[in-house]
């Protein structure tokens, strides 16, 4: 008896993004080592710790996919592409990494909606609210340093910058949360 209950077209578009979030977070891994290099140890670990949120969303699409009877695959991925120039080009490249891993994601849900395959679509909603925060933590970040005076900031602006975002939070607040009381 098959008890798969993903659709071939499903199962491949979901292993898919499981390989894409496996890739994301290497991407992410690189881009810490070159940070690392550079000296800017506190964006590292920022990115170190995205490196590993990326992990993490690979492992929901691989649990997703076997518990719903399907047959996860792990895939080959290409290497990370070459460092970034500077961190404007690093986080700019983070940003639009994260648009290309929103318009992917949308792909499936709009898959699982024309399939009528609820229960996808029901898990993809987490991924879409991710992708929200994913895509304003990126823009934040890219903002961060245009405050800090960019690619002709000074060492004490991105001394800062480098140490706050060292232990800055790994989420962001979302416009569905926002209230009167508290806008941001």
């Known amino acids: 008896m098959n008890t798969n209950r993903l659709s071939p077209q499903m199962q491949e578009a979901l292993i898919k993004q499981m390989t894409k979030e496996a890739h994301a977070s290497q991407i992410f891994l690189s881009y810490g080592c070159w940070a690392d290099v550079k000296g800017y140890g506190g964006?590292?670990?920022?990115?170190?710790?995205?490196?590993?949120?990326?992990?993490?969303?690979?492992?929901?699409?691989?649990?997703?996919?076997?518990?719903?009877?399907?047959?996860?695959?792990?895939?080959?991925?290409?290497?990370?592409?070459?460092?970034?120039?500077?961190?404007?080009?690093a986080f700019n490249k983070v940003f639009e990494h994260e648009v290309d891993n929103t318009t992917a994601i949308y792909e499936i849900v709009n898959l699982s909606f024309e399939e009528k395959d609820w229960a996808t679509w029901n898990f993809m909603q987490w991924f879409?609210?991710?992708?929200?925060?994913?895509?304003?933590?990126?823009?934040?970040?890219?903002?961060?340093?245009?405050?800090?005076?960019?690619?002709?900031?000074?060492?004490?602006?991105?001394?800062?910058l480098d140490k706050a975002l060292e232990s800055a939070p790994d989420d962001v607040s979302l416009p569905q949360e926002a209230t009167a009381e508290n806008p941001s």
């Open 43 to 89: 964006i590292a670990n920022f990115l170190y710790r995205h490196s590993q949120e990326e992990r993490n969303h690979m492992i929901k699409f691989m649990r997703y996919i076997l518990d719903r009877g399907g047959e996860a695959r792990v895939e080959a991925i290409p290497a990370p592409p070459e460092n970034p120039f500077n961190l404007t080009d």
């Open 128 to 160: 879409v609210k991710e992708q929200i925060e994913e895509e304003k933590l990126a823009l934040e970040l890219i903002d961060k340093l245009k405050i800090a005076g960019g690619d002709s900031a000074s060492d004490e602006s991105l001394f800062t």
